[in-house]
């Protein structure tokens, strides 16, 4: 079924949604939503111990769309993963709320940070409304407040409820797939997001249609993004900022405006990547380390 | 003596022995289910106790049928002549099929969704219960109807131990060098495998989810 759900008019649709949330909670929100790396080492136990990310000092304001970008292996993944305590690191600390991730309770962290993977990670035997309503039944909310939420949530991401609620993963498309794990992931409307390459799997247009719908969607949400994407064109589009990591170190770290200007031999080699044709300026060379 | 008019003569018997039969089966199959998924989800959690589990079962998959008959005979509570004997070797034999597809069918989820999983904050048993189980059920499933026509087969030896069933016309058969007596426990043996064989393909069917 081409088109259900896949182009509508943004800003009929969005304009429609009421958020659930007012100015005052907006504030507080902005206020306890930051996550800081302090020295954060990370490495796997191996022999010798292979070390995934070391000395990251980063401070991830509130509200603010902060994009990790790198190449694959570069760490950021596990940056993500440090964030919600899927991994700890070995030594320095992980900040979230004010907290170490480390004297938080794993599962009521989790439970406040949103988190969508590339196809959404939806689960096959849930219908789109279960699956929707994954944290709001974990945390026990009265069902009545959970079909409220599931509707509100399918008309923010642009699915009809009437048609979608009942379907199971399966029955939609990549891109449709994709907005089902983002409401999932605002379900108990959580102040933190992490988004691993979440749209990394759609067709280029269908992707761009969701990166813009997306952008207009942080903007209003006011949530503290951590996004993670290899594609520097997705990085400009989306970010407050981007933040570019090189053999498990942070390299760069500028506004998108910014970025292309940093004089840096990764930056090149990524700003290389942006021009398709094949008579462009010579990229930058390989840098050695770049993988791990 | 014309093959089929045994049947004839002896319906009545043959179709008694082969409800003693599908109850010896039933029986063995619902403590089978009972002990093998339990243990499947528990080794998933302790993958230390997977090799031993797994190990365990197969050996006592490997003892031939008759010899694991004869060897429970002379042991105390479970052991002696008849339909309890018969259960606990159908039990055994049963287990390993059902215990290796819990556990595959719990230990081959898809990554993706055990991360998204643990991210959104559900603690290991939720994942168990809510995930990974519902998920297995297809496999799981698949591992009992194995196991099923493993036992209505199996069965048949367990009338050497005097527990009845389709195995008594087999022996009685061989024993009068007759066919048609073989054929009156074999026949609907084979019909029992077929048939459980394909209702349970068609609930299998039902369950995988796409």
Redesign the interface.
């Given at each position: 079924m081409p088109g259900n759900g896949e182009q509508y008019d943004v800003r009929s649709c969005f304009s429609m949604v009421s958020i659930e949330t007012t100015a005052n909670t907006n504030l507080l929100k902005l206020m306890e939503s930051t996550i800081q790396f302090r020295d954060a080492t990370y490495s796997v136990n191996r022999n010798p111990p292979l070390t995934v990310v070391s000395g990251i000092l980063l401070d991830v304001h509130a509200g603010e769309t902060l994009v990790l970008l790198g190449r694959s292996g570069s760490g950021k993944t596990t940056l993500l993963k440090l964030i919600?305590r899927?991994l700890e690191p070995q030594s320095g600390a992980v900040i979230v709320q004010g907290r170490p991730t480390t004297e938080w309770d794993?599962?009521?962290?989790?439970?406040r940070?949103g988190?969508v993977?590339?196809?959404?990670?939806?689960?096959?035997?849930f219908t789109v409304a279960e699956n929707i309503a994954?944290?709001p039944t974990?945390d026990k909310w009265d069902p009545p407040r959970t079909v409220a939420r599931v509707q509100e949530l399918l008309n923010l991401v642009g699915l009809d409820p009437k048609q979608f609620a009942d379907r199971?993963p399966?029955q939609l498309s990549g891109g449709q797939r994709q907005r089902v794990g983002v409401a999932?992931a605002l379900a108990a409307d959580p102040p933190i997001l992490?988004m691993d390459e979440p749209f990394g799997a759609l067709d280029p247009v269908t992707r761009s249609e969701i990166q813009r719908e997306f952008s207009e969607l942080a903007q209003r949400l006011g949530k503290t993004i951590v996004f993670v994407t290899h594609d520097l064109r997705e990085a400009r589009r989306l970010a407050t900022r981007i933040v570019l990591l090189q053999g498990g170190h942070i390299v760069a770290s500028a506004p998108p405006q910014d970025f292309l200007n940093i004089d840096h031999p990764e930056v090149r080699a990524f700003a290389a990547s942006l021009d398709p044709l094949p008579n462009a300026p010579p990229s930058a060379p390989e840098v050695p380390g770049a993988r791990v | 003596m014309n093959r089929w008019q045994f049947f004839v003569t002896h319906r009545a018997d043959i179709l008694q022995a082969t409800a003693t039969h599908l109850s010896l089966v039933a029986i063995s199959m619902l403590i089978a289910i009972a002990i093998a998924i339990p243990l499947g989800m528990f080794i998933v959690q302790r993958p230390a106790l997977r090799s031993i589990a797994l190990g365990v079962a197969s050996i006592f998959q490997t003892i031939p049928s008759l010899a694991l008959f004869g060897f429970l005979i002379p042991i105390p509570f479970i052991g002696g002549i008849g339909t309890r004997t018969a259960i606990v070797a159908l039990v055994l034999y049963a287990i390993l099929p059902i215990l290796r597809n819990t556990y595959v069918g719990l230990t081959g989820i898809d990554p993706a969704i055990l991360q998204a999983a643990e991210a959104m904050g559900m603690t290991s048993n939720q994942i168990l219960w809510r995930v990974r189980l519902p998920l297995a059920l297809s496999v799981i499933l698949a591992g009992i109807r194995t196991a099923t026509v493993i036992t209505i087969g199996v069965a048949t030896i367990a009338a050497a131990i005097g527990a009845g069933g389709l195995g008594t016309f087999i022996f009685r058969g061989v024993a009068m060098v007759s066919d048609a007596v073989i054929l009156a426990g074999a026949i609907p043996a084979a019909l029992l495998a077929i048939m459980a064989d394909a209702l349970l393909a068609l609930l299998e069917r039902h369950l995988k989810v796409t």
């Open positions: 919600n899927l794993p599962i009521s962290l989790r439970r940070i988190y993977i590339q196809e959404g990670g939806l689960f096959p035997h994954l944290v974990l199971r399966y999932r992490l | -």
